[in-house]
């Protein structure tokens, strides 16, 4: 049964714009906490440095980077150096403190289309400060199925008898799911909290049409089943709600003061640059002094 249905909005990152889905009204599903739609956006050769997303702080919370096309190079504060490509994951646990950039250098050179979801997990507030950790998985760790028309990728957590290989601290679910036209599909029921967004396409669930930029969540303990009305791409995401967290700029927490701290950390310059990309970094926003 159908909960709520909302839209994403659209917000400017500097150099692409994005549609925004979580949080609303300052919620998520499960311990899911924030949600981007990125693209899809055509980046011609030759584009400018001030499109990539410079050096910046996390706590408090895990990021997904899921591309269905295009790709992105991942610098981070604990070494890492990583390309993400379409279908595989980048998952960062920033824990008590990381900083990373995200750059578009394959678009630079010879131009690409971009298209993908970057999340963020909140962490149980006993891992909140836990050390941060960089983990990149090709396919061959994300169970994949196919049946009636529907293929689904289980990139994170545990659904319909599958767990993937990504280390999450909590229970939940995220897959990518890709529905031919009338192709149906059914969301995992063993958790309090679900939804389903629409990349693109449009489906039918509870005889509601929605179309691509929506999320559905659903009532907890109600059979949910998703129908294709065009052929479509879907993310299915929930699990086990971690509580109340705070969300301001980058950073994530349970407690108010330790955002605060990590502002005045970040202005400081007490957080670690990325080894490899250590030139530049993004400065904390006037509104979150």
Excluded at 82 to 94: D, G, H, L, S, T
Excluded at 133 to 145: A, M, N, R, T
Excluded at 219 to 229: D, F
Excluded at 237 to 254: T, Y
Aim: charged share 25%; aromatic share 8%.
């Amino acid at each position: 049964m159908i909960d709520k249905i909302f839209h994403k909005r659209a917000r400017d990152l500097g150099g692409i714009i994005v549609g925004r889905v979580l949080p609303i009204g300052g919620k998520g599903v499960g311990p899911f906490v924030f949600f981007d739609h990125m693209g899809p956006a055509d980046f011609e050769p030759g584009i400018p440095p001030s499109v990539d997303v410079r050096p910046h702080p996390h706590i408090g919370l895990a990021t997904v980077t899921y591309l269905y096309q295009g790709e992105i190079m991942h610098r981070d504060s604990v070494g890492s150096e990583q390309r993400i490509v379409a279908n595989e994951v980048n998952w960062m646990i920033a824990g008590r403190g990381i900083t990373h950039s995200e750059r578009f250098e394959k678009a630079r050179m010879q131009g690409d289309r971009l298209h993908g979801i970057q999340a963020w997990v909140a962490l149980p507030i006993d891992q909140e400060e836990c050390a941060p950790e960089f983990f990149h998985h090709g396919q061959e760790d994300l169970p994949e199925w196919r049946e009636d028309g529907a293929t689904q990728r289980l990139i994170a957590g545990e659904a319909y008898g599958e767990r993937s290989a990504v280390k999450t601290l909590s229970p939940m679910f995220y897959i990518h799911a890709e529905l031919e036209q009338g192709a149906r599909s059914g969301l995992p029921d063993t958790f309090p909290e679900r939804a389903v967004y629409v990349s693109a396409g449009a489906v039918e669930i509870d005889g509601q049409l929605v179309t691509a930029g929506s999320m559905v969540t659903f009532a907890a303990n109600s059979a949910s089943t998703v129908r294709a009305e065009l052929q479509s791409t879907l993310m299915f995401l929930g699990g086990e709600p971690l509580g109340p967290r705070f969300i301001e700029w980058n950073f994530v927490s349970s407690s108010k003061d330790r955002i605060a701290q990590a502002k005045v950390d970040w202005r400081a310059g007490r957080m670690k640059l990325p080894d490899l990309d250590n030139q530049e970094f993004i400065p904390l926003p006037e509104e979150s002094h």
